[in-house]
């Protein structure tokens, strides 16, 4: 590369802010601590200090845990914080088994707690705190659940086990096998098998005491309690997803997919290895290189050893090609005419591949409840089997021409063993509803343009508790709503970013509260709407460093669209003392991951980002961070709104962003400058290519440049595939816009990253 494109690569990296920075690019005095700058930004996050993770009630909940990481160190503590007293102490390592474990399943009467910890199976009488070690293996056990009967079940590898805690007898229910059944194999013979066997005494004797042994040992097992139940043979042609056995044991669902179904993974080159030579790892394929995952659902009777496959053929609309219009013509396009109308004949009325997200037995094993996707992403059914029913009875369909959300898929059962709760985008928002199996009715117990997340029942089937945002789009409570209908009632008032979890006896909540300048700390309240009760908090993890610095704290604004009738909410930095009759400077930011939000009031993920955006007002620039249509938080419509047209909305919304910027901030048009990784790398490019006069200058890190190049479960719900829908992928992808570059425009990649690959940058270089 000559000796002036270095030059010039330089020059782009300065000129993304478009005015020199001198604290910045030059060498000056260590500014104070109470100043931010780009070396302690980017230093290690430990520096901040580090906020709580994974927090849970103990068993008596007189007391919360949470692991605590170490500084320096990748190390996690796990930290026991009294309620009374508000002592927090770090279990020593040696006592972490004696500590009460998150999770785990509670017996019916609520006497007794299993859970899994490190691989091994536990039992703990809450009553007494006694605790008792169920498996001490190499081999991993986990999902240990109560079974009707002093019984608790888990999983080993593929198989499940089940524990009698009163005999002490570990048992197989079933032995599922992934090979042919030999009785079956021997009615699959050749010719010269049978022509051996007709030639040969030997053959034909060896034969018979064969099948005389297999019948003893089938008899035997049927009719000996203590021997090992008959196995299970599924074939050699399928992989177990996963089984799931009923509370009684009584029944089994099993999920099986193709086996050795093709890959075509892409490859990663790493250049610094400790031999020295160049390695290349496989990592995840590209959109649309493998077939779709297409599950099968077996349902086992274990008591008559009897296999019923769940028909999934007469779901409503599973017959449906949702992508007919768009195969068709991307075959046109190729003038493939004649195999067009040979494949929509075999198509007509073949079933689309679905994948089950979810499986729930009731408490008394009576209905499971599957929930099940289409490959497409176009539909998502919740389907109930009822024991002896193997015929999947349809309790909600879900469609959306675009595609079901990733998101806003809970479900489960009351305790009443009759109703079944869901959240569904229905309505355009994740709205809440409960359905009865006995008479079939659907009701809605949240709605608006609210979305509902983390649901919680409570244990007599009366409350649900959720997290929603229904104050503003970017606040997030805590709220509950009767079970049997009524007005939803919020339980906290943070103002910010709250999570929760319902105590033990369900009179208190542990909160995980953020603003947008301090990150998550635990906090304390009762369950209760109780008017003037503040939340205590629990936990200070911030250093005294990051304390000391002012930080800017953005605004959260509603920016007019010009394109549709919602505001694009966003975040706004503007510096100390701004002056209106001035003119500004400005940086744009997007945010990553498209279905994200980041205009909210809580701590942001992209919390080095907001630093920087302080460094920048303190420069004298105004910084706009904007929850770009596709962004998290906003409803059905705004997340599909880029369907088949990824960049083009959200540019649109980046032009209404610099508008408002103008009009309201003092932003000289010809002064702003965009960046932005991942989704943000991407848009960076899309502006930048079809808006050239709006940004005078980009950065682009780890950006997606072709979304041909990226994987198949983000991509093909937005895009579907390049074989189906060439046409979405080129009005989508930056590289086929690049000729309308005309300012500078740095980009930046991991040569590592396995998520947006480096070959996307180079390519587009």
């Known amino acids: 590369m000559p000796h002036h494109h270095h030059r010039r690569l330089t020059a782009l990296a300065l000129a993304l802010l478009m005015l020199p920075l001198p604290a910045l690019a030059q060498t000056s005095p260590k500014p104070p601590q109470t100043e931010p700058t780009l070396e302690i930004i980017m230093a290690h996050p430990d520096w901040l200090g580090n906020p709580p993770e994974d927090p849970y009630w103990a068993d008596d909940g007189r007391s919360v845990y949470y692991l605590h990481k170490r500084t320096g ?5 796990l930290v026991r914080v009294d309620l009374e007293s508000g002592e927090a102490v770090v279990v020593p390592v040696g006592d972490e088994g004696k500590a009460d474990a998150p999770g785990g399943d509670l017996s019916l009467d609520r006497r007794w707690k299993t859970y899994a910890r490190e691989g091994d199976v536990f039992l703990k009488d809450l009553q007494t705190g006694t605790l008792r070690q169920i498996t001490r293996t190499e081999e991993e056990e986990k999902d240990p659940r109560f079974l009707v009967g002093d019984r608790i079940t888990f999983q080993r590898g593929d198989q499940t086990f089940v524990y009698d805690l009163v005999a002490g007898t570990l048992f197989q229910p079933a032995e599922l096998k992934l090979e042919k059944d030999p009785a079956k194999d021997d009615d699959e013979s050749g010719y010269l ?4 066997e007709r030639l ?11 099948e005389q042994a297999r019948e003893h040992d089938r008899a035997s097992r049927q009719s000996d309690p203590t021997r090992v139940p008959l196995p299970w043979y599924l074939g050699d042609d399928v992989a177990l997803v996963g089984s799931d056995i009923s509370p009684d044991a009584e029944w089994m669902v099993v999920v099986t997919q193709a086996k050795d179904r093709p890959r075509k993974p892409s490859l990663l080159a790493r250049f610094v290895t400790e031999d020295g030579y160049l390695k290349a790892d496989e990592v995840r394929s590209k959109v649309g290189t493998e077939p779709p995952t297409d599950h099968r659902i077996l349902l086992l009777d274990l008591k008559t050893h009897e296999q019923h496959e769940v028909d999934l053929s007469k779901l409503p609309g599973i017959t449906d090609d949702p992508l007919k219009e768009l195969r068709e013509k991307a075959r046109k396009d190729k003038k493939d005419a004649k195999d067009s109308k040979d494949e929509k004949k075999k198509e007509e009325k073949k079933p689309r591949p679905v994948e089950v997200q979810g499986l729930f037995w009731t408490d008394d094993g009576q209905y499971a409840a599957l929930m099940l996707r289409a490959s497409d992403n176009k539909d998502r059914w919740i389907v109930t089997l009822q024991r002896e029913h193997p015929e999947p009875v349809t ?3 879900l469609t959306d021409p675009a595609w079901i959300n990733w998101e806003f898929n809970d479900l489960g059962w009351l305790p009443d063993n009759q109703t079944l709760w869901y959240t569904s985008e229905e309505s355009g928002w994740s709205n809440l509803y409960a359905v009865s199996v006995k008479d079939g009715k659907t009701r809605r117990l949240v709605e608006g343009k609210v ?8 244990r007599d089937g009366k409350f649900f508790y959720y997290r929603a945002n229904a104050e503003k789009p970017g606040i997030h409570d805590v709220w509950r709503v009767p079970v049997a209908g009524g007005k939803p009632e919020q339980l906290s008032h943070t103002g910010g970013d709250t999570y929760y979890w319902l105590s033990p006896d369900e009179s208190r909540l542990l909160l995980l509260h953020s603003t947008t300048t301090r990150h998550g700390d635990l906090y304390l309240q009762p369950a209760q709407p109780t008017e003037g009760t503040q939340a205590r908090q629990l936990t200070q993890t911030h250093s005294a460093e990051y304390l000391a610095i002012d930080w800017t704290t953005p605004e959260i604004v509603p920016i007019p669209s010009s394109h549709v009738k919602e505001p694009v909410w966003s975040r706004v930095y503007t510096p100390r003392d701004f002056d209106p009759s001035r003119k500004y400077p400005a940086v744009v930011f997007s945010h990553g991951a498209g279905y994200l939000q980041n205009a909210h009031a809580g701590w942001s993920d992209y919390f080095r980002e907001y630093m920087f955006h302080t460094i920048l007002t303190r420069h004298g620039y105004v910084v706009l961070d904007m929850d770009y249509r596709a962004s998290a938080g906003y409803g059905r419509d705004w997340r599909t709104a880029i369907y088949r047209q990824m960049g083009h909305p959200e540019v649109e919304d980046l032009e209404d962003g610099v508008a408002w910027l103008v009009k309201n901030k003092s932003v000289d048009p010809q002064r702003v400058g965009h960046y932005g990784g991942s989704y943000g790398g991407f848009l960076t490019f899309m502006a930048m290519f079809t808006k050239p006069d709006l940004f005078a200058a980009g950065a682009a890190l780890r950006p997606v440049a072709d979304w041909a190049h990226y994987n198949h479960d983000y991509t093909s719900n937005i895009l579907n595939t390049p074989e189906v829908d060439p046409e979405a992928f080129e009005r989508s992808s930056p590289i086929e816009f690049a000729a309308g570059l005309s300012k ?6 991991g040569m590592q990253d396995s998520n947006v690959f480096f070959q996307d940058t180079v390519r587009m270089a």
């Open 73 to 77: 160190e990748e190390q996690k503590d």
């Open 200 to 210: 040969f005494d030997v053959i034909r004797e060896g034969k018979k005491k064969k």
């Open 395 to 397: 309790r909600h369909r």
């Open 744 to 749: 500078p425009l740095l980009m930046c990649s």
């Open 193 to 196: 098998d049978e022509q051996q």
């Open 451 to 458: 979305e509902v997340s983390n649901v919680t029942p409570t």
